[in-house]
């Protein structure tokens, strides 16, 4: 059975960090494409990033770049989602989702597994 399960998320204050983490358990996550997405109250599920399974080519939404950096440990079955100068517009339940393919995207419709969601909240 294949889970995955997000955490990492909480309370910050505006140009503060994070960082989440995606834990696999049922997959190898080095064998799939990782994205990550988020989705606030009364908005569509937005891509954030993605990690390609080939090569660990990595993409972002014009939105998170320069900010947020993706990344995997192997080792530990984890990928990662370092998010710095955070703003309240980044407040939203993250999400982590995995798909058996090399193509990076961030289109959510593409992607097989998906974790509960990390609550993200950016306010003073």
């Known amino acids: 059975q294949v889970q995955l399960v997000e955490s990492g998320g909480g309370l910050v204050q505006p140009g503060g960090s994070l960082r989440l983490s995606c834990a696999a358990s049922?997959?190898?996550?080095?064998?799939?494409?990782i994205g990550w997405f988020r989705q606030a109250p009364g908005r569509e599920r937005e891509g954030v990033s993605s990690?390609?399974?080939?090569?660990?080519?990595?993409y972002y939404a014009d939105s998170v770049k320069g900010r947020f950096t993706i990344s995997r440990d192997n080792a530990k079955n984890t990928v990662y989602l370092q998010m710095n100068s955070l703003k309240p517009e980044d407040t939203a339940v993250y999400y982590c989702?995995?798909?058996?393919?090399?193509?990076?995207?961030?289109?959510?419709?593409?992607?097989?597994?998906w974790g509960q969601g990390t609550q993200v909240t950016v306010s003073s």
């Open positions: 989702a995995a798909r058996p393919t090399p193509y990076v995207t961030l289109n959510y419709l593409r992607y097989n597994y």
């Open positions: 049922g997959i190898t996550l080095d064998d799939y494409t």
């Open positions: 990690i390609s399974s080939s090569d660990d080519s990595t």
